[in-house]
Every structure is written in structure tokens, then in C-alpha cells.
């Protein structure tokens, strides 16, 4: 394991790196990332960091969960080859003043719209870590579809010779998008928060039946209603590049929805129209 720069550094091979972000607390969704990075680079490096830019006013940034002694076991049985897990004064020493910002609706809408700077701190924390690690492909899960799109664009503005893999959402029997969030909800929570899914599905399956955009996003918020307890922000079906509002279907059309309950934030997406 490598807590500073300096250690990562005299650790890493010179090419050949596959690269997992994260922020810790690893469930089954990390360790599809890690297999996939397995699968395509000969060195493997996750790193774990909980980054406090990413997070606004309000927002869960101390009791995020962490156990990084449970996760290095994790990493150890999946066979990463490097874990780097900085702390805060590591990755933003005094005097820290840059900021990444991917400007344009990509960060404006949604999750944009919902968290005022939370994809400036994203993009910061990641073009960070691509300066340190320098690796050739680096893997993001597509249930935060969003940060996926984002990630993308800047790699692609700021010519990091890297590619950005996209791995699908892992989920549990029922449907719930795994999250390190989970952990917030009751037994009788947990039951509810499949509404996110199954609102998704009952999307997608309106779309497969021939019916337009509109009827479809009824649909969708028909079954979001069957739990009043979930508060959401948005529920859409978006371009799947843009992420602009789509008034028809598109080929790759994705659904996606957020919302609150009392405990947790949650999100989760799906595309809806093949």
C-alpha cells in the first residue's frame, strides 16, 4: 500500500497500468472494476480516497463510511497490484488552490443542478490522480452515468493519453444498484429503495412497447408515487451523450432518476431504449 506521492511512484511499472478510483467502503460493483482492469492491464492500482472537494454544504463527507483494513483485504483476494490511499494533506497540500471545472449542460443539469460544485471537485480530484498514476485505462461504473460522461469529456479536453472504461452497474437480485450508501438504509428502507429501479424498468418497458417519451416518463413517476417517502429530484430519459431532455426516443436513450429519503441520497440510471 502507498499513502504518499513518492511511495506511489517508486511503485509503479512504467506502462501496462489499469487504474480503479475510488472512494472506499468496496462492494461487489468495485470489484467488477477491478476484474474488468485485471482482465486488460498486466498492473493493477485502486486507489481510495474520500474526497472532500466532491462534497457540498450539508453533505455526508464525515460519516461516509470507511474501512480501509476491511477494503485492503478486499483488494489483496481480487489481486490488485498497488493500492494508494492518500490522505487529504497528501492529495492537497497547503497551499492548494487549482480546480478543474468541465463547463457546459454535461455539468449544469441533474446532478449538476443538485450539487453545486460537486463535479468540479470530481473532475479535480480524478485529473489529479491521472497526473499521478499515469495509467492507460482507467474504469468508472456506469450506475454514476453522469460522472462517467463528465470524466470522458475532460480526459478528451485535456489530451490525458489515457482510455476511460465504463463498466456496467452492478446490482442486487432485486435491482438496487449496489452503492457504499446502502449501508444508511433499514431492512424495511432497503425494500423501498428499489423504486428507483423499478421505476426505470417501468420506463424501459413502455419504451419497448412502442409508447412515446411522455407516456413513458408517467410511467416511471406512477411507480415513484407508490413510495411516498422517497423525495425525488429529477426523473428524465436523456440523450445517452448529451444528457439532454429527449422528447423522443433515441437509440441508447437512458433513463435516469435521484431522489432522498429520510436516511440517504440515492441514483441510479438505466437505458431504456435499446
Not at 59 to 66: G, W
Not at 132 to 158: C, H, N, S, T, W
Not at 217 to 232: A, S
Not at 252 to 267: D, K, N, Q, S
Amino acid at each position: 500500500m502507498a499513502h504518499t506521492v513518492a511511495e506511489l511512484r517508486q511503485a509503479l511499472p512504467r506502462e501496462g497500468v489499469g487504474f480503479v478510483p475510488t472512494m472506499g467502503y468496496l462492494h461487489r460493483g468495485h470489484l467488477a472494476l477491478v476484474e474488468r482492469a485485471r482482465k486488460e492491464n498486466p498492473f493493477v492500482v485502486v486507489s481510495i480516497f474520500v474526497n472532500p472537494l466532491q462534497f457540498g454544504p450539508g453533505e455526508d463527507y464525515h460519516r461516509y463510511p470507511r474501512d480501509l483494513e476491511r477494503d485492503q483485504a478486499l483488494l489483496e483476494e481480487a489481486g490488485v497490484d498497488l493500492l494508494f490511499a492518500p490522505s487529504v494533506e497528501e492529495m492537497y497540500p497547503a497551499g492548494y488552490s487549482t480546480r478543474v471545472s468541465v463547463e457546459g449542460p454535461l455539468t449544469a443539469l441533474w446532478e449538476g443542478a443538485v450539487r453545486p460544485g460537486h463535479f468540479q471537485g470530481v473532475a479535480t480530484v480524478v485529473a489529479r490522480l491521472f497526473l499521478l498514476v499515469r495509467p492507460d485505462r482507467a474504469y468508472f461504473g456506469e450506475k454514476d452515468y453522469q460522472q462517467l460522461l463528465v470524466i470522458r469529456k475532460m480526459v478528451r479536453d485535456m489530451g490525458f493519453p489515457l482510455e476511460v472504461v465504463g463498466v456496467p452497474t452492478v446490482r442486487e437480485e432485486d435491482g438496487l444498484a449496489l452503492s457504499s450508501r446502502n449501508v444508511y438504509l433499514s431492512p424495511e428502507r432497503r425494500k423501498e429503495a428499489t423504486v428507483l429501479y423499478r421505476a426505470l424498468q417501468a420506463m424501459r418497458e413502455a419504451a419497448l412497447k412502442g409508447e412515446g417519451v411522455a407516456e413513458a416518463l408517467r410511467r416511471g413517476e406512477e411507480v415513484l408515487k407508490e413510495v411516498p417517502q422517497f423525495q425525488p429530484d429529477y426523473l428524465a430519459i436523456v440523450h445517452p451523450e448529451t444528457l439532454l431532455p429527449l422528447s423522443r426516443f433515441v437509440p441508447g436513450a437512458r433513463g435516469i432518476v435521484a431522489g432522498r429519503f429520510p436516511e440517504v441520497r440515492l441514483i441510479d440510471n438505466l437505458e431504456v431504449y435499446p
